[in-house]
């Protein structure tokens, strides 16, 4: 099962957090049991380690971060892979698309530019992290060690103040070059969000909040675009990778089923011999050369 970290932190009690219409901040401190973790999250998040180390991975890239380090992380699916030697405390930074584009679109002054080429698909994107960045993540954390009540009007100064010190910086190019494409965009891109995600255990529900559209305007744009629906769509991915990896690798065939995106192995087999006229286990024996 993969978690919906988003509204894992957002609805759950117990945690230092901050919470705006287009932002959420939260302090989290991962229990030393929990070492491997997968999930996924509808809005793009800064996370910034105060104490610890940690692996995150995504589509086969390893970002390691540990104390003073920060990343940027799309909206989409990971695994986090954490070392169990000494805790792991975070600032997690959660904003949407649209918070990020009325920051730009609001400050034209920036005279921001493109570094690098605009269809850059990272999905992740280490951050320098300046003295002056640390000095403002630390003084949100301070607040919450303090237990005061933050004023929002401050909350949302030091937001973008934060997001200032990142386009302010050129080390920084590109995550920039990433900003300036959300300005641009008209809405997100359906075919990237779905190559990306479509092996992962989601529903529709949630792949058409990856997309920043409800149900109904997904399962529109995904038929203009696809001119077929997306649980058709999403079997045809699912059975392409299979079939790659039965001929390609030697995992077994149950961990090709998981690998692919199938839950159960029985309709794995069964999807798979509709599309192929063999199983994958006698596919496998027919393309050994």
């Known amino acids: 099962m993969i978690v919906d970290i988003y509204n894992y932190f957002k609805k759950r009690p117990g945690f230092h957090k901050l919470i705006g219409e287009q932002y959420l901040i939260v302090e989290y401190k ?15 998040l800064i996370t910034f380690v105060i104490s610890g180390k940690k692996d995150w991975i995504s589509a086969g890239d390893i970002y390691h971060i540990e104390t003073g380090d ?18 792991y405390c975070v600032i997690l930074f959660f904003m949407q698309d649209s918070f990020i584009k009325e920051f730009i679109l609001n400050n034209p002054d920036l005279n921001l530019t493109k570094f690098i080429p605009k269809n850059s698909f990272n999905q992740v994107y280490p951050i320098e992290t ?24 401050l909350v949302e100064i030091k937001f973008r103040e934060l997001l200032y010190n990142i386009v302010l910086n050129p080390k920084n190019s590109a995550l920039i070059n990433y900003f300036i494409s959300l300005k641009e965009q008209a809405g997100s891109n359906l075919e990237n969000i779905m190559l990306k995600n479509f092996q992962y255990d989601l529903k529709i ?20 675009e696809f001119n077929t629906t997306p649980g058709k769509w999403i079997l045809e991915k699912r059975l392409q990778r299979a079939k790659s990896l039965i001929v390609g690798t030697n995992l077994n065939i149950n961990e090709i089923c998981f690998e692919s995106g199938f839950k159960n192995p029985s309709h794995f087999n069964e999807a798979f011999k509709r599309k192929y006229k063999s199983t994958p286990r006698e596919f496998r024996l027919e393309n050994i050369h």
Do not use: H, M
């Open 30 to 44: 991962c229990p030393l049991e929990v070492e491997d973790y997968q999930f996924w999250t509808e809005s793009n």
């Open 205 to 224: 529900e949630d792949f058409a909040r990856l997309s920043g559209r409800s149900v109904s305007t997904f399962k529109r744009d995904f038929k203009n």
């Open 130 to 153: 300046t003295e002056t960045f640390q000095s403002l993540v630390f003084s949100i954390f301070n607040y919450f060690k303090s237990g005061e009540d933050i004023p929002r009007n």
């Open 70 to 87: 920060a990343l940027f992380i799309k909206k989409g699916v990971y695994t986090t892979k954490q070392y169990l030697d000494v805790e």
